[in-house]
């Protein structure tokens, strides 16, 4: 018996098809259960962004990967008890989450969010010096237009022993580009640059979330 050899404009039709169906179904999650450390959902995750990342986003309370990160680490260690904390651009999975953890107090803010505490521009913080014990600042500073500004306004308004919890996108490999390049790559964000810059110690890097002291 002789077999046909399919043509290869059809078998890479067929091959595309078939990964298309696959990332169809990856839309709704992976056929294995997630755990959210944020509301306790357990199920399927849902893909979010773009380019589009599979098992991503919980459909519980919206949380991404940075949010779950973030309650991993409260969990191992007392990140929010008895702090008085600042939390710019709020992430609605994560207040609820926060204030559960017996905060001290809890303010949010943004610039342009109506639904937040105070009204603030990062670059210009219109708050005394050493008023927060902790800081919150997940994926802004990338959006900003001078974010070593942003990071000294920061450093100004924590206490002494204050801490601020830092998160911007990584693209590993890349070393420069554009006015925020120095939050561009795990170099980026180095002892020497940031003691250059607004007067921070590098504490921890945790993937692409950083603690700085």
Same mark, same amino acid.
């Given at each position: 018996?002789?077999?046909?050899?399919?043509?290869?404009?059809? %078998?890479?039709?067929?091959?595309?098809?078939? $990964?298309?169906?696959?990332?169809?179904?990856?839309?709704?999650?992976?056929?294995?259960?997630?755990?959210?450390?944020?509301?306790? *959902?357990?199920?399927?995750? &849902?893909?979010?962004? $773009?380019?589009?990342?599979?098992?991503?986003?919980?459909?519980?309370?919206?949380?991404?990967? %940075? *949010?779950?990160?973030?309650?991993?680490?409260?969990?191992?260690?007392?990140? &929010?008890?008895?702090?008085?904390?600042? *939390?710019?651009?709020?992430?609605?999975?994560?207040?609820?989450?926060?204030?559960?953890?017996?905060?001290?107090?809890?303010?949010?803010? @943004?610039?342009?969010?109506?639904? !937040? @505490?105070?009204?603030?521009?990062?670059?210009?913080?219109?708050?005394?010096?050493?008023? &927060? @014990?902790?800081?919150?600042?997940?994926? !802004?500073?990338?959006?900003?237009? @001078?974010?070593?500004?942003?990071?000294?306004?920061?450093?100004?308004?924590?206490?002494?022993?204050?801490?601020?919890?830092?998160? !911007?996108?990584?693209?590993?490999?890349?070393?420069?580009?554009?006015?925020?390049?120095?939050?561009?790559? !795990?170099?980026?964000?180095?002892?020497?640059?940031?003691?250059?810059?607004?007067?921070? %110690?590098?504490? %921890?890097?945790?993937?692409?979330?950083?603690?700085?002291?």
């Amino acid at each position: 018996m002789q077999y046909t050899k399919v043509p290869k404009p059809i %078998r890479a039709t067929a091959r595309a098809l078939k $990964y298309a169906r696959k990332s169809g179904l990856r839309l709704f999650g992976a056929q294995y259960p997630r755990h959210c450390t944020i509301c306790g *959902h357990s199920g399927r995750f &849902f893909s979010y962004g $773009y380019p589009l990342a599979a098992d991503t986003i919980c459909p519980g309370c919206l949380s991404l990967e %940075r *949010h779950r990160a973030l309650a991993i680490c409260a969990g191992q260690e007392p990140l &929010f008890e008895g702090k008085e904390l600042l *939390h710019f651009a709020p992430e609605p999975s994560l207040t609820p989450f926060i204030r559960s953890k017996g905060v001290k107090s809890y303010k949010t803010c @943004d610039l342009f969010k109506p639904d !937040v @505490d105070l009204r603030i521009d990062i670059c210009n913080i219109d708050l005394p010096d050493q008023s &927060f @014990d902790l800081v919150l600042c997940l994926h !802004v500073l990338e959006h900003v237009p @001078d974010d070593r500004k942003a990071m000294s306004e920061l450093r100004r308004i924590l206490r002494p022993a204050g801490m601020a919890i830092i998160m !911007v996108p990584l693209e590993e490999g890349r070393l420069e580009g554009g006015s925020n390049s120095g939050w561009e790559t !795990v170099e980026g964000v180095s002892e020497e640059a940031s003691a250059d810059t607004a007067g921070w %110690r590098n504490l %921890r890097l945790r993937q692409e979330m950083t603690l700085f002291l």
